[in-house]
Nanobody, 120 residues
């Protein structure tokens, strides 16, 4: 199994910044990709940003130029640097990892979520 623990959420004013972290642990053989999703009340969970093991990234159009995803492969940790935050960025942010363990093939794993609230 793979466990994901997120941190860094909170309350921030519009235009402010936050940095989310997500650390993976467990019997990890390989992590293929790590991603951040968000889910606002009453809406579906949506992809915010993703990064592969070789560093390739993609972003939702709504966050391009404002958010940056990065990854420390040695620490099995992914980060999301969020700048110029808007009220519409308010959501629960979930970390996802697509990973294989020493006993299972590639599967999707999810963190517990961290709340980000952008409000004055």
């Amino acid at each position: 199994q793979v466990q994901l623990v997120e941190s860094g959420g909170g309350l921030v004013q519009p235009g402010g910044s936050l940095r989310l972290s997500c650390a993976a642990s467990g019997s990890i053989y390989r992590i293929y990709s790590m991603s951040w999703y968000h889910q606002a009340p009453g809406k579906q969970r949506e992809l915010v940003a993703a990064i592969t093991s070789d560093g390739s990234t993609n972003y939702a159009d709504s966050v391009k130029g404002r958010f940056t995803i990065s990854r420390d492969n040695a620490k099995n940790t992914v980060y999301l640097q969020m700048t110029s935050l808007k009220p519409e960025d308010t959501a629960v942010y979930y970390c996802n990892a697509r990973a294989a363990t020493y006993t299972t093939s590639s599967s999707d794993y999810w963190g517990q979520g961290t709340q980000v609230t952008v409000s004055s």
